[in-house]
């Protein structure tokens, strides 16, 4: 049974820092990290192989986010530094299937604000 | 960056009556190894995306058949034969072909 839980989301002020955590069971395929800001649509954020051989970032978080794991607890994380504004949204972990996400966490929420 | 073009951007529909999403990539979404990675995503008010179509035409299992997926290269289409109330949401169109995946803006499907 595929599951995917995130956890961590919450009120950071700009230029700090934050870690998601999402717990994947079921599989050993990829995951990526997709947001959403208030009211507005899907954004693809990062990628990790599960045997961490590949990983990939837009650019707008490219040199910020990372995404560490923990094979060993079937963890992934995303490591979120110098947060901005802009990364305000509820953040997705979603199940790699070749070129498409085939199952979605219920979403983490992240605000970025003073 | 690939562009994801959805249209329209709002579609108002009577019960039973078909809809048509149409969604154009900026270039070719034909993969080197031959498949083309179109998706379709619904997200109902409050809830998380889901998968509806993937590889342009292949149904996710439990996905009702009123819904199809249809296009190639550049220009995609996802057709609801007969809508019904439960399909009232947001839905979007992805490319997983070329890095990074982008989506198309969306389109918020309601009963007229």
């Known amino acids: 049974q595929v599951q995917l839980v995130e956890s961590g989301g919450g009120v950071v002020q700009p230029g700090g820092s934050l870690r998601l955590s999402c717990a994947a069971s079921g599989f050993t395929d990829g995951i990526h990290w997709v947001r959403q800001a208030p009211g507005k649509g899907l954004a693809w954020v990062a990628f990790m192989r599960y045997d961490g051989g590949d990983e990939r970032y837009a650019d707008s978080v490219k040199g910020r986010f990372t995404i560490p794991r923990d094979s060993s607890n079937n963890m992934f994380y995303l490591q979120m530094d110098s947060l901005r504004a802009d990364d305000t949204a509820m953040y997705y972990c979603?199940?790699?299937?070749?070129?498409?996400?085939?199952?979605w966490g219920q979403g983490t929420p992240v605000t970025v604000s003073s | 960056d690939v562009v994801m073009t959805q249209s329209p951007l709002s579609l108002a529909v009577t019960l039973g009556q078909p809809a048509s999403i149409s969604c154009r990539s900026s270039?070719?979404?034909?993969?080197?190894?031959?498949?083309?990675?179109l998706n379709w995503f619904q997200q109902r008010p409050g809830q998380s995306p889901r998968r509806l179509i993937y590889?342009?035409?292949q149904r996710d299992s439990g996905v009702p058949d009123r819904f199809s997926g249809s296009g190639s290269g550049t220009d995609f289409t996802l057709r609801i034969s007969r809508v019904e109330a439960e399909d009232v949401g947001v839905y979007y169109c992805?490319?997983?072909?070329?890095?990074?995946?982008?989506f198309g803006q969306g389109t918020k499907v309601e009963i007229k």
């Open positions: 992805m490319q997983g072909t070329h890095w990074p995946w982008t």
């Open positions: 590889e342009v035409s």
């Open positions: 270039q070719s979404l034909v993969h080197s190894n031959g498949n083309t990675y």
């Open positions: 979603a199940k790699d299937a070749r070129g498409s996400f085939d199952q």
